[in-house]
């Protein structure tokens, strides 16, 4: 990808489980964001985290942000069948949104 | 909230082609739009970014002569894709950065599926 790379690239879990995607990425950031992206559609906004933020929560999702480490990582709680899609992460810098290789979950019922 | 509109969802042209997908921000100006490039199962790839009333700057490796772009007013970017082939064929998404309370934030497109045969 043009900014780094997501881990795992494919998840499979339960419903129920908790889903945790992890984001490495390579320049200085202003933010960090994760959308989802349903198969073949557009991109939802989930969450943005600032650079001088380590830890933000919107209702089942907790993303923490380690800029020393350049990594990021988006937690799902109590996944739900609704919540299979692609998942990625997105840095903001000098303007432009990069986005990393992402990860397909799949949350089976 | 903020609406970016683009058109065609799906257009299918024969190769050899040209073929233009519209962006629009339906409720608010946009200075600066951007328009990426995804493979199936793949990530999103910047191509370029599209300044109104200036040239677009594009991406390393993208080239500027095959993917025209014009931002004329501060609503509406279109992309072009000259001489379509098939290896062209992928989906295209635009955004396009607004100046809100909360600073630029960047609104998605709902993309644009291209089939070139």
């Known amino acids: 990808s043009q900014q780094g790379e997501e881990d795992p690239q494919a998840l499979s879990i339960q419903e129920g489980e908790n889903a945790t995607m992890n984001c490495s990425y390579k320049t200085s950031i202003n933010n960090l964001q994760w959308y989802r992206q349903n198969s073949g559609r557009g991109l939802v906004h989930l969450i943005l985290?600032?650079?001088?933020?380590r830890e933000k929560h919107s209702g089942r999702l907790r993303v923490t942000l380690d800029t020393s480490k350049k990594s990021s990582s988006l937690l799902i709680t109590a996944s739900r069948a609704a919540d299979t899609a692609s998942y990625f992460c997105a840095t903001l810098s000098s303007y432009k949104l990069i986005f990393g290789s992402g990860t397909r979950l799949l949350v089976r019922p | 909230g903020a609406v970016v509109s683009q058109h065609p969802s799906r257009v299918i042209c024969k190769s050899g082609t040209s073929v233009k997908i519209e962006c629009r921000s339906l409720?608010?100006?946009?200075?600066?739009m951007f328009w990426y490039r995804q493979f199936p199962k793949k990530s999103l790839m910047l191509m370029a970014t599209?300044?109104?009333?200036?040239?677009?700057?594009?991406e390393q490796g993208v080239e500027k002569d095959k993917f025209l772009i014009n931002h004329a007013s501060l609503t509406l970017s279109t992309l072009t894709v000259t001489s379509a082939h098939p290896e062209d064929s992928s989906f295209y998404i635009c955004?396009?950065?607004?100046?809100?309370?909360?600073?630029?934030?960047?609104?998605f497109g709902e993309g644009s599926w291209l089939t070139v045969v």
């Open positions: 599209s300044n109104e009333g200036s040239k677009a700057t594009y």
């Open positions: 955004s396009a950065s607004a100046l809100t309370k909360s600073g630029n934030t960047i609104y």
């Open positions: 409720d608010f100006q946009a200075t600066t």
């Open positions: 985290i600032r650079s001088n933020e």
